[in-house]
């Protein structure tokens, strides 16, 4: 068992299990967008690691238009109490930027990494901006029982949250679908009534912003083999024929 931070008791915090997670998977959580900083931000946090040398570790990576950098790494040596520690990691950026949290799991082994109270000083979200859909789904054909993704970005500030909706419905994760760090919906062992229209919303305090309508259409593995079988008799009855008249 694990305390609180915040209460030294019972409470709540965030927590990766490494046991249940393969080789570098990882959870991660994702800041709104900050405005540029000549290190004037600092982000503050309380984080704990404990299991093997190899239970994984926590990074923070600053994400802007130009890429990825890793600004902060800590990892596991075998030797880490049920205990936290503070960490204070100061930021410079001469764009906008967001911060990303990742807890990255060494393997599945017994062992957890954890981290309370993230906070921000002197961090400027900068002026309200709606919510742009930059990335649109794309339409998809697949066979049943086959898997699919669809990808969705957007910009704003705060930075927009994605949902995902199927024919005007918001689609509850679970089942046949998921949804990763970077909003990426995945469409498991699809179905008939999987397909239809797909489309994500980003939504921010300053508007709601909409995709373009991504078609998933679902053919059974039937179709294609019994189309592929009757399109070559046919290909041949046409070569016989063409032989035959010929020789006339």
């Known amino acids: ?12 915090y965030i927590e990766v299990e490494t046991i249940k ?50 600004l902060w790494n800590v990892a596991g040596n075998g030797n880490s109490k049920k205990q936290w520690t503070k960490a204070e990691i100061l930021i410079g950026a001469r764009v906008n930027f967001r911060l990303e949290l990742r807890g990255e799991s060494g393997g599945p082994v017994l062992g957890f990494l954890a981290v309370d109270d993230i906070s921000y000083v002197g961090c400027d979200h900068g002026p309200p901006q709606q919510a742009v859909i930059t990335v649109n789904p794309m339409p998809k054909t697949v066979l049943l029982g086959d898997d699919v993704t669809f990808a969705c970005k957007a910009t704003g500030v705060p930075t927009p949250n994605i949902i995902w909706q199927k024919d005007g419905v918001d689609i509850a994760i679970g089942g046949h679908y998921s949804l990763s760090h970077d909003f990426v919906l995945t469409v498991t062992n699809v179905e008939k009534d999987t397909a239809g229209n797909y489309r994500c919303l980003a939504k921010n305090p300053q508007s709601i912003a909409k995709s373009k309508i991504a078609k998933l259409t679902v053919n059974s593995k039937c179709q294609y083999s019994l189309q592929g079988h009757f399109d070559f008799i046919f290909k041949r009855r046409i070569n016989y024929n063409s032989r035959f008249t010929d020789r006339f």
Do not use: E, Q
């Open 1 to 12: 068992s694990f305390t609180d931070h915040t209460t030294g008791k019972g409470g709540s």
């Open 21 to 70: 997670l393969k080789r570098r998977d990882f959870a991660s959580l994702v800041s709104p967008n900050f405005a540029s900083s000549d290190n004037g931000c600092k982000m503050s946090l309380y984080y704990a690691i404990w299991g093997t040398n190899t239970v994984g570790n926590i990074t923070l990576h600053l994400k802007t238009t130009n890429g990825d950098i890793l």
